[in-house]
């Protein structure tokens, strides 16, 4: 089945580490993105790729990076320079043929704890 | 730049019941309008989209939404809740046009009870 596969589910870290949050997709879209879901305050894009060896910062892409070296992939390192990174982190993925704008396919996410 | 308000964190409801989440946008361009559903523990997906035409659009699991461009709203309404659609509901705009970010609202915490 095609779909958007996040790992690990449960992530904890100690402060001062990078941790690096795996997306793969199968379904064969170009673009992909990173999302960031706190309680509260709905979903906030963190970085977005269209195309392979391309990304952009999203709204709160700080303390974030990203490659994006394969259509399949688009790891997310959380670095230590971000403040807060406590976190449930939501991987999505589009097509860009066709018309209109067709929906986001989400994973399940990986919830991140940092102490 | 576009944004979108919901102006309900939670809404409590017994089964059976009918139920409005509501939703308002804020843009000075042609938008796309979507809500997503998201269930404990898991991503969002998608429950119905308007990109053009009827501005009423319907879900398989009968929920639907109607776009008010004068109002510019986008309320979420079910006739009928059951227990399974306890869940998050967010809405999100975009621009239209294939490659526009979407921007989401805070999220509406649907509770429904016996």
């Known amino acids: 089945d095609g779909g958007i596969t996040q790992s690990p589910k449960y992530l904890f870290r100690k402060e001062g580490q990078n941790v690096t949050l795996s997306c793969e997709q199968n379904l064969n879209h170009d673009a992909m993105y990173w999302y960031r879901q706190d309680p509260g305050q709905g979903l906030r894009l963190i970085y977005y790729s269209q195309i392979v060896n391309d990304f952009q910062k999203g709204d709160i892409a700080e303390g974030y990076s990203v490659s994006r070296e394969k259509k399949e992939s688009f790891p997310l390192t959380v670095t230590s320079a971000q403040k807060n990174p406590t976190a449930f982190y939501l991987c999505a993925s589009r097509s860009t043929t066709g018309q209109g704008q067709s929906p986001l396919h989400f994973g399940n996410g990986t919830r991140l704890t940092v102490t | 730049a576009q944004s979108v308000t919901q102006l309900d964190s939670q809404v409590p409801v017994f089964e059976e019941a009918p139920v409005e989440l509501r939703c308002n946008y804020s843009s000075s361009v042609s938008v796309y309008l979507f809500w997503y559903v998201q269930y404990p523990n898991q991503g969002l997906q998608l429950l119905l989209k308007?990109?053009?035409?009827?501005?009423l659009v319907e879900s398989i699991n009968g929920f639907e939404a109607e776009f008010n461009k004068s109002q510019t709203s986008f309320h979420l309404r079910k006739p009928s809740v059951h227990i399974s659609d306890t869940a998050e509901y967010f809405c999100a705009v975009s621009r239209t046009g294939t490659a526009s970010k979407l921007t989401f609202g805070t999220g509406t915490r649907l509770q429904v009870t016996l």
């Open positions: 308007y990109l053009s035409g009827s501005t």
